[in-house]
């Protein structure tokens, strides 16, 4: 069973770019099949599917965050990160990494890490 | 694309069952084969408990079972437990490479 687990700043500031990082244990982000993705869950709403990346290098992202999100994998330390650039206050989250293969469900979670955007 | 819809709570006692409804359009939920629903106890990872609109991962208790009717998918738990009382989550993928689309989330209460 894959283990992954978010790390990052908890607090980052309006205008400025989030940067996460989840490390994968269990496995090797290498492994074929594997999309590795980022989720984020807003206080009381939801939750949305920000973007994935195939363990190739093909990224999808949502359209409403496409232009600011970036997933990039470092298959050297068996990581995947997330940047999104120009946060506001809406971009406050619980952010979490995932996996799933093709287009069946996210089958692993990390635990969320929850970033605020604040001054 | 908008998430999918679905009732803000629902209760059961336990022993019984409880149902949840998730409707989105033919473009996404109905299009599809690609339903999935997610069990999240605040402050946990979400769990997926359903995939490909009715298949359990395993691991996953029997008493979960979903089904779909045109745009509307739905996620029945029967026998219900204490430990089944948590926000439960649809997903749809909605074409054109948008993987995921939520759902707006059930706070299931057992009683």
């Known amino acids: 069973q894959l283990q992954l687990q978010e790390s990052g700043p908890g607090l980052v500031k309006p205008s400025e770019t989030l940067s996460l990082t989840c490390t994968v244990s269990g496995g090797s982000i290498s492994s074929s099949n594997y999309y590795w993705a980022w989720i984020r869950h807003p206080p009381e709403k939801g939750f949305e599917w920000i973007g994935s990346?195939?363990?190739?290098?093909?990224?999808h992202y949502s359209p409403s965050l496409k232009s600011r999100a970036t997933i990039s994998v470092d298959t050297s330390k068996n990581q995947f990160s997330l940047k999104l650039t120009s946060v506001t206050a809406t971009d406050t989250a619980v952010y979490y990494c995932a996996c799933h293969v093709a287009l069946t469900g996210l089958d692993s979670w990390g635990q969320g890490t929850l970033v605020t955007v604040s001054s | 694309q908008s998430a999918l819809t679905q009732p803000p709570s629902a209760s059961g006692s336990l022993g019984q069952s409880v149902t949840i409804s998730c409707t989105g359009t033919s473009s996404d939920l109905g299009g599809y084969n690609y339903v999935s629903w997610y069990q999240h106890h605040p402050g946990k990872a979400p769990k997926l408990m359903i995939f490909e609109v009715t298949k359990r991962p395993s691991g996953v208790p029997d008493r979960f079972s979903a089904s779909r009717s045109g745009n509307t998918a739905s996620l029945t738990v029967s026998g219900l437990q204490a430990e089944d009382e948590a926000d439960y989550y649809c997903s749809s993928y909605a074409g054109s490479n948008i993987f995921y689309v939520f759902g707006t989330g059930t706070k299931v209460t057992v009683l």
């Open positions: 990346i195939y363990y190739g290098g093909t990224t």
